[in-house]
């Protein structure tokens, strides 16, 4: 199993991950991690009918995906893991799934939330997050699609 890009997109399955990011990195595998959708049959069935035919989709608690995904357990797959926000991918850290880029694509404007860059919008929970998982060594960008040069993430955050 290979895992070819970690993003984080608030919109998770829709059409520039379809069109774009699946194409570009051959994804055959999608791994949601988070807690909350994990439990949420709404929208896990919403998600599996938005998922590509050729695409197997696990949605899975970010602690059970840490878990799968260290044992290996899908070899041969090129797998994307795709969370709304930062804070599943600082769990699976914290528990030992190593990391080593995180490519931020939507994260929308809501209440208590700071401009970053386009379209991505940060809260201090977040910023927090983000803070930890550079602490780790994780490598973040953000990038819309994959023609877009990615900008570093960290420097951006500084700014707020």
Same mark, same amino acid.
């Given at each position: 199993?290979?895992?070819?890009?970690?993003?984080?997109?608030?919109? %998770?399955?829709?059409?520039?991950?379809? /069109? &774009?990011? !699946?194409?570009?990195?051959? $994804?055959?595998?999608?791994?949601?991690?988070?807690?909350?959708?994990?439990?949420?049959?709404?929208?896990?069935?919403?998600?599996?009918?938005?998922?590509?035919?050729?695409?197997?989709?696990?949605?899975?608690?970010?602690?059970?995906?840490?878990?799968?995904?260290?044992?290996?357990?899908?070899?041969?797959?090129?797998?994307?893991?795709?969370?709304?926000?930062?804070?599943? %991918?600082?769990?699976?850290?914290?528990? /030992? &799934?190593? !990391?080593?880029?995180?490519? $931020?694509?939507?994260?929308?404007?809501?209440?208590?939330?700071?401009?970053?860059?386009?379209?991505?919008?940060?809260?201090?929970?977040?910023?927090?997050?983000?803070?930890?998982?550079?602490?780790?060594?994780?490598?973040?960008?953000?990038?819309?699609?994959?023609?877009?040069?990615?900008?570093?993430?960290?420097?951006?955050?500084?700014?707020?």
């Amino acid at each position: 199993m290979a895992i070819v890009e970690v993003r984080i997109d608030d919109r %998770l399955i829709h059409g520039q991950v379809c /069109g &774009y990011w !699946i194409p570009h990195f051959n $994804v055959d595998k999608i791994v949601i991690a988070d807690d909350k959708i994990c439990n949420d049959e709404l929208r896990k069935t919403a998600l599996k009918f938005g998922c590509p035919s050729k695409v197997k989709l696990s949605i899975l608690s970010a602690a059970t995906a840490a878990d799968k995904l260290k044992r290996n357990l899908d070899k041969g797959s090129r797998v994307m893991i795709l969370c709304e926000g930062p804070a599943p %991918l600082r769990k699976m850290v914290e528990l /030992g &799934y190593p !990391i080593s880029k995180i490519t $931020v694509g939507n994260m929308a404007n809501k209440p208590g939330t700071g401009h970053v860059k386009g379209t991505v919008y940060v809260s201090e929970q977040d910023k927090e997050d983000f803070k930890y998982l550079s602490g780790q060594g994780v490598q973040l960008v953000s990038q819309m699609v994959p023609n877009e040069p990615p900008v570093d993430l960290n420097q951006l955050i500084k700014g707020l």
